[in-house]
């Protein structure tokens, strides 16, 4: 997946918040932890090209294995039972687990990585263009990518309009208030 894993933490994450999920953090940290959670597994490219020189895939680093997104956000479900700000790890590695299913559409993923070295993906991107990522962009899968951004775009302007609405009831509130 190309630009969705931004767009998908976001409505990830909203849909969390809105549960509850985040305990007593404030909203607007719980969003910025899930959306790093969300990316955080591509962080390994820096280490693909400046250390390994494109040796391996990257999706065969440990940092895109499902088992270690999942030990995350276990260990935060299971801290978060005495201490609050443990949601935030909960966050953070749902976010990192939800980019790995994202990955699997058309990524290879080592969904039983370590015990199993096998690869699933659930389609196949046919390689008949270059550069190699128009193959990416040119296939079916990109269109489920721009709904995504498409989705998450319009969640965002809805919260950023009942946020201003909100905002505009408080002032109009606030001399009647003070009356
Ligand atoms: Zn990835």
Known sequence: MFIAHLPAGYLLTRFLIGRGWHRAAPPGVALVVGLAGALAPDLDLFYFYFVDHRQTHHHHYWSH???????????????????????LLLLFGLGGFAHLLLDTLVGDIWWLAPLVDRPF???????????????????WSFAVELVLCAWALWKWRR????????QKGGCRDQPRKSL
């Open 121 to 139: 993906a659930l389609f196949t991107v046919p390689a008949r263009w270059r550069p190699w990522w128009l193959n990416f962009v040119l296939h």
């Open 65 to 87: 294995w499902p088992v270690a997104w999942l030990a995350v956000a276990v260990a935060g479900a299971a801290l978060a039972r005495r201490h609050n700000g443990a949601a």
């Open 159 to 166: 919260g950023k309009e009942a946020r201003a609405k909100e």
